[in-house]
């Protein structure tokens, strides 16, 4: 027996009530940091259950015969009364427990206030300098919890606080010798002495090391599949959350091909890690769900270095020892600092993120309008967002770094050592490209959730110029409404800029992103959930939207393009929208997209992540504009270069494309027979690229492959052009459709595809596509069927809306009506009937 406690239950002289009224206390046999503890004879609190000592209690000694010896004695006992809010004196002594030894020699500790002894509850900051709090330490639950405590469950972890005592352990000085009685000397200071338990081991019985990292090991296959759902308790110790390790090894994830860009999450239960801190006596064990795994006893575990206590369980100390280490990134060319994501690792996969940041991203949860700023998860990995300088724990041996900034820096996976003693580490990442220089400036049209400043830093870091926050509304939620100023905010240096803007939205009419409104356009959600509050009406159309959005000087852009496509059609018809946005890699986008500039409909092309949560990096869909060298980088500049179609949108990939020497947006003139264009088009890529494509209308016409995958692929061709056109280029996987996947949380595809080049022939560019008016019209009169048939409204008469008008019904219907006529006038002057 390591721990015994002594049942004290023949000197009990008060019951639960001398604590006062409802202090529950804990009473009978207890475990308190894993240690047995005896208070009273039972759990019934009109028993006589404590020593109580001091005014109007017992005022004499009390001798209580132990006989027996001990390393340690743990008393838990509690104050009943304090001065220190008042001004008393911190350290008063309340009683003397004096040890008698069989020998006759004795030793004495004065029990002072905050030191071995205090009142409970304890106030908050007034913690005991030498005894701990009957709870310990722990981590809260972690799937489940009350809705009030979701902002503190993301601090994982749970501060011990007395419940009914503090627990003060005394280190025998002579552990050879018998103590053969404990002697209570009271003050007048009223006091209780709930329990006394002998400690027979030669160890601290609560525990003062740090952690640890264990490797967890499941050695039969039908464990180590099971979905993830491990932990690990200590008895006398505390556990983390345990998390999953990669699967991979660390020489496979160096030469992976998404270096600095996350890496497969292991959604099963082998391996995995988990960091304790326990005394040699305590008990390790592993559960999967309430099934035991395994068990062994710390003091095994450290000696033996790997254990398996089952013949399902490995337990490996994977603790190499550790340095606090400042690390520098520089530029390779300036020698800079330069902002970055940044992950540190062990061989095993072990986290080591630096201080201030995450070494998992909201526990490994979902992270909607949760935890976004500052730190990025791409799956397996998370990532710090830092300014080229950062500091923090970092294993030593080996340390695997990881490290990204946007597409024109080369990514850095490799391998440090850190030797003992070591303080700093340099790292250095080298540009690829610097599409700056060329006039090409990057930026996000679609960002939710983080703040101005917050997106000042994740844009610096993936080396984005450019992020449109966007307000909007959830149902009942509003966010990113303190944001709002009208106006950029931009960088010292000027390269970086975040505009605070608006994503308005209905369910089915559709979504639009209103870029730089200096004034909030309101309301900025309608219809009903989950857009808009419960029980709301259709209170707006997107072309009202979109004809505030161009009063005010801003740039309208369908996002997500088409979906919801309710008003798309309509607005795209009647020329209320300046681009279209892409942020998945999928052919039905495309099919649609193509299926408006084939009607004959100029739309730039935009990148945007729509990024809710940490699990999406901003800028991994982005849109390059292209601003001339007459005209200085400036939102409103960025915005008009891209409403003027100077883009593309990228993943990965950056694109060049040429039509006779023309550029991104521009119209080539040819005469009215014809002739041929000669194109040019190119990518490069820090990610494998397999196929470019030429696009005209829809159809390839031309490509190069590389099967095996490559850095770079250039295409140059001639192409014989008859009548009015659209030329593109893109870039993509195998086939183009099959692309290798971001692992961001929707696992996006990684291409890139520009903005067209427009051709005409013999005049101004027109085209006009029958199937494709037929398909507007068709949409414009389903938007109409809903917003008569099924759409929320309030009755006629009963409200003043926010248009003034008197008749909504007449409001809501005109922008569908102006497109309608937009098309048969279009269909009119080609002598098509409808």
Same mark, same amino acid.
């Given at each position: 027996?390591?721990?015994?406690?002594?049942?004290?239950?023949?000197?009990?002289?008060?019951?639960?009530?001398?604590?006062?009224?409802?202090?529950?206390?804990?009473?009978?046999?207890?475990?308190? /940091?894993?240690?047995?503890?005896?208070?009273?004879?039972?759990?019934?609190?009109?028993?006589?259950?404590?020593?109580?000592?001091?005014?109007?209690?017992?005022?004499?000694?009390?001798?209580?015969?132990? @006989?027996?010896?001990?390393?340690?004695?743990?008393?838990?006992?509690?104050?009943?009364?304090?001065?220190?809010?008042?001004?008393? %004196?911190?350290?008063?002594?309340?009683?003397?427990?004096?040890?008698?030894?069989?020998?006759?020699?004795?030793?004495?500790?004065?029990?002072?206030?905050?030191?071995?002894?205090?009142?409970?509850?304890?106030?908050?900051?007034?913690?005991?300098?030498?005894?701990?709090?009957?709870?310990?330490?722990?981590?809260?639950?972690?799937?489940? @919890?009350?809705?009030?405590?979701?902002? &503190?469950?993301?601090?994982? !972890?749970?501060?011990?606080?007395?419940?009914?005592?503090?627990?003060?352990?005394?280190?025998?000085?002579?552990?050879?010798?018998?103590?053969?009685?404990?002697?209570?000397?009271?003050?007048? +200071?009223?006091?209780?002495?709930?329990?006394?338990?002998?400690?027979?081991?030669?160890?601290?019985?609560?525990?003062?090391?740090?952690?640890?990292?264990?490797?967890?090991?499941?050695?039969?296959?039908?464990?180590?599949?099971?979905?993830?759902?491990?932990?690990?308790?200590?008895?006398?110790?505390?556990?983390?959350?345990?998390?999953?390790?990669?699967?991979?090894?660390?020489?496979?994830?160096?030469?992976?091909?998404?270096?600095?860009?996350?890496?497969?999450?292991?959604?099963?239960?082998?391996?995995?890690? !988990?960091?304790?801190?326990?005394?040699?006596?305590?008990?390790?064990?592993?559960?999967?769900?309430?099934?035991?795994?395994?068990?062994?006893?710390?003091?095994?575990?450290?000696?033996?270095?790997?254990?398996?206590?089952?013949?399902?369980?490995?337990?490996?100390?994977?603790? #190499?020892?550790?340095?606090?280490? =400042?690390?520098?990134?520089?530029?390779?060319?300036? #020698?800079?600092?330069?902002?970055?994501?940044?992950?540190?690792?062990? $061989?095993?996969?072990?986290?080591?993120?630096?201080?201030?940041?995450?070494?998992?991203?909201?526990?490994?949860?979902?992270?909607?309008?949760?935890?976004?700023?500052?730190?990025? &998860?791409?799956?397996?990995?998370?990532?710090?967002?830092?300014?080229?300088?950062?500091?923090?724990?970092?294993?030593?041996?080996?340390?695997?770094?990881?490290?990204?900034?946007?597409?024109?820096?080369?990514?850095?996976?490799?391998?440090?050592?850190?030797?003992?003693?070591?303080?700093?580490?340099?790292?250095?990442?080298?540009?690829?490209?610097?599409?700056?220089?060329?006039?090409?400036?990057?930026?996000?049209?679609?960002? /939710?959730?983080?703040?101005?400043?917050?997106?000042? !830093?994740?844009? &610096? @870091?993936?080396?984005?110029?450019?992020?449109?926050?966007?307000? #909007?509304?959830?149902?009942?939620?509003?966010?990113?409404?303190?944001?709002?100023?009208?106006?950029?905010?931009?960088?010292?240096?000027?390269?970086?800029?975040?505009?605070?803007?608006?994503?308005?939205?209905?369910?089915?009419? @559709?979504?639009?992103?209103?870029?730089?409104?200096?004034? $909030?356009?309101?309301?900025?959600?309608?219809?009903?959930?989950?857009?808009?509050?419960?029980?709301?009406?259709?209170?707006?159309?997107?072309?009202?939207?979109?004809?505030?959005?161009?009063?005010?000087?801003?740039?309208?852009?369908?996002?997500?393009?088409?979906?919801?496509?309710?008003?798309?059609?309509?607005?795209?018809?009647?020329?209320?929208?300046?681009?279209?946005?892409?942020?998945?890699?999928?052919?039905?986008?495309?099919?649609?997209?193509?299926?408006?500039?084939?009607?004959?409909?100029?739309?730039?092309?935009?990148?945007?992540?729509?990024?809710?949560?940490?699990?999406?990096?901003?800028?991994?869909?982005?849109?390059?504009?292209?601003?001339?060298?007459?005209?200085?980088?400036?939102? %409103?500049?960025?915005?008009?270069?891209?409403?003027?179609? =100077?883009?593309?949108?990228?993943?990965?990939?950056?694109?060049?494309?040429?039509?006779?020497? /023309?550029?991104?947006?521009?119209?080539?003139?040819?005469?009215?027979?014809?002739?041929?264009?000669? !194109?040019?088009?190119?990518?490069?890529?820090?990610?494998?690229? /397999?196929?470019?494509?030429?696009?005209?209308?829809?159809?390839?016409?031309?490509?190069?492959?590389?099967?095996?995958?490559?850095?770079?692929?250039?295409?140059?061709?001639?192409?014989?052009?008859? #009548?009015?056109?659209?030329?593109?280029? &893109?870039?993509?996987?195998?086939?183009?459709?099959?692309?290798?996947?971001?692992? %961001?949380?929707?696992?996006?595809?990684?291409?890139?595809?520009?903005?067209?080049?427009?051709?005409?022939?013999?005049?101004?560019?027109?085209?006009? %596509?029958?199937?494709?008016?037929?398909?507007?019209?068709?949409?414009?009169?389903?938007?109409?069927?809903?917003? +008569?048939?099924?759409?929320?409204?309030?009755?006629?008469?009963?409200?003043?809306?926010?248009?003034?008008?008197?008749?909504?019904?007449?409001?809501?219907?005109?922008?569908?009506?102006?497109?309608?006529?937009?098309?048969?006038?279009?269909?009119?002057?080609?002598?098509?009937?409808?």
């Amino acid at each position: 027996m390591d721990y015994e406690s002594l049942d004290l239950t023949r000197w009990c002289n008060a019951n639960a009530q001398v604590l006062g009224e409802n202090a529950q206390p804990a009473l009978g046999a207890q475990t308190f /940091h894993g240690l047995p503890f005896q208070i009273g004879g039972s759990v019934d609190e009109s028993q006589p259950c404590f020593l109580a000592f001091g005014k109007d209690l017992r005022s004499k000694p009390l001798w209580v015969p132990i @006989g027996k010896t001990a390393q340690r004695v743990i008393f838990a006992h509690r104050l009943l009364e304090t001065d220190l809010p008042r001004g008393g %004196d911190i350290g008063t002594t309340v009683a003397v427990y004096v040890f008698h030894f069989a020998d006759g020699s004795h030793e004495r500790a004065a029990i002072r206030e905050r030191f071995e002894i205090s009142v409970v509850p304890v106030t908050w900051g007034e913690g005991s300098f030498r005894a701990v709090p009957d709870r310990k330490n722990a981590v809260l639950p972690r799937q489940i @919890g009350p809705w009030e405590d979701a902002g &503190r469950r993301q601090t994982e !972890v749970s501060q011990g606080t007395p419940h009914s005592y503090l627990l003060w352990a005394w280190k025998n000085p002579f552990p050879e010798k018998t103590i053969s009685a404990i002697e209570i000397v009271p003050t007048e +200071r009223r006091f209780i002495l709930a329990a006394i338990t002998l400690g027979h081991r030669d160890e601290d019985p609560f525990v003062r090391t740090g952690t640890q990292t264990l490797k967890l090991v499941l050695l039969r296959a039908e464990d180590a599949s099971q979905p993830f759902d491990l932990s690990v308790e200590v008895d006398r110790g505390v556990a983390t959350y345990p998390y999953p390790l990669p699967t991979a090894s660390s020489e496979a994830f160096l030469t992976a091909e998404l270096k600095g860009w996350g890496e497969a999450l292991n959604t099963t239960s082998s391996p995995a890690y !988990v960091q304790v801190a326990a005394i040699p006596s305590a008990t390790v064990t592993v559960k999967n769900g309430e099934e035991v795994l395994g068990s062994a006893t710390w003091e095994e575990i450290e000696e033996k270095k790997t254990v398996e206590p089952t013949p399902r369980l490995r337990i490996e100390v994977i603790d #190499s020892g550790r340095n606090w280490v =400042r690390t520098t990134i520089l530029d390779d060319e300036t #020698s800079r600092p330069v902002p970055c994501r940044i992950h540190f690792r062990s $061989p095993e996969g072990v986290p080591y993120q630096p201080h201030g940041h995450h070494q998992h991203v909201n526990s490994n949860q979902g992270t909607w309008h949760v935890d976004v700023g500052g730190d990025l &998860r791409l799956d397996q990995i998370s990532y710090a967002y830092v300014d080229g300088t950062c500091e923090g724990w970092l294993p030593r041996g080996d340390v695997i770094v990881d490290a990204a900034r946007g597409f024109e820096y080369e990514p850095l996976r490799t391998r440090v050592r850190i030797e003992p003693g070591q303080q700093t580490l340099t790292l250095r990442l080298k540009r690829f490209r610097n599409l700056n220089a060329e006039r090409w400036f990057s930026g996000d049209t679609h960002v /939710h959730f983080l703040s101005t400043l917050g997106g000042q !830093v994740e844009a &610096r @870091g993936e080396d984005l110029n450019v992020v449109n926050l966007l307000l #909007s509304q959830w149902g009942h939620l509003f966010t990113n409404t303190e944001e709002f100023t009208g106006q950029p905010n931009v960088s010292a240096d000027g390269r970086t800029i975040v505009y605070a803007t608006q994503e308005n939205r209905q369910h089915l009419l @559709g979504h639009m992103t209103l870029l730089g409104v200096k004034k $909030p356009i309101m309301p900025w959600c309608s219809d009903g959930p989950a857009e808009a509050e419960l029980g709301g009406t259709l209170e707006v159309t997107m072309a009202d939207w979109a004809d505030r959005c161009h009063a005010q000087g801003g740039t309208v852009i369908l996002p997500h393009f088409p979906a919801p496509n309710g008003e798309p059609a309509a607005l795209v018809a009647a020329g209320r929208v300046d681009a279209v946005e892409m942020l998945r890699h999928q052919e039905f986008n495309h099919v649609e997209y193509y299926r408006y500039l084939n009607g004959g409909y100029r739309l730039p092309l935009v990148g945007g992540t729509d990024k809710m949560t940490s699990e999406v990096p901003v800028g991994l869909y982005r849109t390059y504009v292209h601003i001339p060298t007459d005209q200085e980088f400036t939102y %409103d500049t960025w915005c008009r270069n891209l409403a003027a179609g =100077r883009t593309f949108l990228s993943s990965g990939p950056l694109l060049r494309f040429q039509v006779n020497g /023309h550029n991104l947006g521009d119209t080539v003139q040819l005469p009215g027979n014809g002739g041929t264009v000669e !194109v040019e088009a190119e990518a490069e890529s820090i990610f494998p690229i /397999h196929t470019l494509q030429i696009i005209q209308q829809g159809r390839v016409v031309a490509q190069t492959e590389e099967a095996r995958g490559t850095r770079r692929l250039p295409l140059k061709t001639k192409l014989t052009i008859k #009548s009015h056109t659209w030329l593109a280029a &893109r870039v993509s996987g195998p086939g183009y459709f099959r692309s290798l996947s971001h692992h %961001d949380v929707w696992h996006r595809g990684i291409f890139a595809h520009t903005s067209p080049i427009y051709v005409a022939v013999g005049g101004e560019w027109s085209l006009f %596509d029958l199937k494709t008016a037929q398909y507007m019209l068709t949409m414009i009169d389903g938007a109409l069927t809903y917003i +008569r048939e099924l759409s929320p409204q309030y009755r006629p008469g009963t409200v003043t809306h926010h248009h003034g008008e008197a008749d909504h019904q007449a409001y809501l219907e005109r922008p569908f009506r102006e497109a309608r006529e937009a098309i048969h006038r279009r269909m009119h002057a080609l002598g098509i009937a409808h």
